[in-house]
């Protein structure tokens, strides 16, 4: 996803700005590893890193999501 966008970035910049979408393309590039884990787990759990670092990735997601939102009433 972080391809699609960094690729796209013109378009993602002048909807939910620059700074953000750098910020989201950083973001999503730190879950590549623990969606790799998931996927590929073979039935074996996730590390108790893991999961901590996954929900902190959330959590700085839901943050941009909600800046994005406040933002783009704005304009």
Do not use: W
Request: charged share 30%; hydrophobic share 40%; glycine share 4%.
């Amino acid at each position: 996803m972080q391809k699609i966008i960094k690729k796209k970035n013109v378009i993602f910049s002048s909807f939910i700005g620059k700074t953000e979408t750098e910020d989201l393309v950083k973001k999503l590039k730190n879950l590549i590893p623990i969606r790799n884990a998931i996927m590929h787990s073979k039935g074996q759990y996730l590390s108790a890193e893991t999961i901590s670092r996954l929900k902190e990735s959330c959590f700085e997601l839901q943050k941009i999501i909600v800046k994005v939102r406040k933002g783009a009433f704005q304009k």
